[in-house]
């Protein structure tokens, strides 16, 4: 199998993933000028369910978050909230 390719593409805002050269998901976000990035939606193509793909796009935003150094994450998606849940050194970057 092989690995999860992410990448943010700042157009769409929203970060992709990519599996075998394929859009296998999304994690949807909205930059707001208080230094907050709301995760909205995440979404995995139900062909690429059970491969990591929604692990790998949450792990690499909030990376992608903390690299910058910039905001603070709203987890406003259900699935990257309890993404965040299960792995509490991402807690710090949420916005109180």
Known sequence: MSDVEVTNNAEE???EAHLDGEL???AVYVLQGTGS????H?????????KGVGSALA?????DVRRAGERR??????FIKGWIDKHP???DLVRD
């Not at 990035?37 to 909205?40: H, P, Q």
């Not at 979404?43 to 369910?49: A, G, I, L, P, S």
């Open 13 to 15: 805002t929203r970060y």
């Open 89 to 91: 050194d991402y807690a």
């Open 73 to 78: 994450v709203v987890p406003a998606c259900p």
């Open 59 to 63: 792990r690499f935003a909030l990376d």
């Open 42 to 50: 995440t979404e995995v193509d139900e062909r690429f369910e059970g």
């Open 24 to 26: 296998a998901g999304v």
């Open 37 to 40: 990035i709301i995760f909205t």
